[in-house]
């Protein structure tokens, strides 16, 4: 019951070094290993070899800079969150 009262999940804008963008659905981790997000939506940067993303990360993992991977397919991408709501 540790839900009750407080949100548990923001969204978040992710800066991730990598293209091409990661599907919706894609999962965010800790630097740890542990779950703690999904992708929503994101986009490649035109120009700049990076992509950007939506997603919901864990309140504790959601202040800004704080470093997460996102992983697609067999790969880790590093990320880091530029603002949450």
């Known amino acids: 019951m540790d839900a009750l009262g407080h949100v548990n999940r923001e969204l978040c804008i992710l800066c991730l070094n990598s293209t091409p963008a990661p599907d919706a659905g894609t999962v965010i981790r800790a630097e740890n290993g542990r779950e703690i997000g999904v992708i929503t939506s994101?986009?490649?940067?035109?120009?700049?070899?990076r992509s950007v993303a939506l997603g919901y990360v864990r309140s504790s993992h959601a202040e800004s800079e704080t470093a997460v991977i996102v992983c697609e397919d067999d790969h880790e991408i590093p990320a880091t969150v530029l603002w949450h709501e």
């Open 42 to 49: 994101s986009a490649m940067v035109p120009g700049e070899g």
